[in-house]
């Protein structure tokens, strides 16, 4: 049984149809990449997941779970981890209480995060404020894995940062997943990266799920006819 299953998955911004045909499946372990161009309904589906936007057709099933009436703060509790996209850290907090302050019982504590962030242990006592942009990345990281998830999303985790420090973001992501049964749904733009790590993708189109598979099924027509600009 899939940890986290789509089928059929439509979704409005009041009147306007931002999601039709969305299929999406993820199991224990598992690596997923979640692509498109911009606008096509990535981060619309990711607030489907996490029940900020609910879906109005379809289904949603995490765990076995219809999800459909569930509230986000319990989808949260019911193991779905979320690292946005713009990080969204609380400024006014030191890195030490930015990942407390939703910290749930498990393996995930400040010494797991700061063996794999060193960085975030340095700066323990400083305000997220203070810190550079790499640095808040693996804040925000670091905070959604002291909820202990079931599931991690990564909302476009590299974006806008140094290449120096979009190459250690993914290469927490490799450990991740080298050293956890965590299963993980990335959202990237790239490609390269995203077939490092990931096991399959999902490629969406005006909010449909137009095409599954592993990347060494991910041909240049397909790229370009989908992904390209």
């Not at 096509?40 to 057709?57: A, N």
């Not at 779970?65 to 946005?84: N, Q, T, Y």
């Not at 810190?131 to 804040?139: P, V």
Request: glycine residues 10%.
């Amino acid at each position: 049984m899939s940890l986290l299953k789509l089928s059929h998955v439509s979704a409005f911004y009041g009147p306007s149809q931002a999601l039709f045909d969305v299929h999406l499946s993820i199991d224990e372990g598992q690596v997923i990449a979640l692509m498109g161009r911009n606008g096509m309904g990535k981060s619309t589906t990711v607030k489907v997941i996490c029940r900020m936007l609910k879906h109005r057709g379809g289904q949603v099933l995490f765990d076995g779970h219809d999800m459909a009436r569930v509230p986000s703060f319990k989808a949260a509790k019911a193991g779905i981890g979320l690292v946005p996209e713009g990080r969204r850290c609380f400024s006014n907090l030191t890195v030490w209480e930015n990942l407390v302050a939703a910290a749930r019982p498990g393996e995930w504590d400040f010494n797991a995060v700061a063996k794999l962030f060193p960085r975030l242990k340095e700066r323990r006592d400083q305000s997220a404020a203070s810190l550079s942009g790499g640095e808040q990345q693996m804040l925000a990281i670091g905070r959604a894995l002291m909820t202990n998830p079931r599931l991690l999303i990564l909302d476009e985790a590299t974006e806008g940062l140094a290449p120096v420090v979009r190459q250690e973001i993914w290469a927490a992501i490799r450990r991740l997943k080298q050293e956890t049964g965590m299963a993980i749904l990335v959202i990237d733009k790239s490609i390269r990266e995203l077939a490092s790590v990931a096991d399959h993708a999902v490629i969406l189109e005006k909010g449909v799920s137009v095409w599954t598979g592993g990347f060494d099924a991910l041909t240049p027509d397909i790229t370009d006819q989908y992904l390209g600009v």
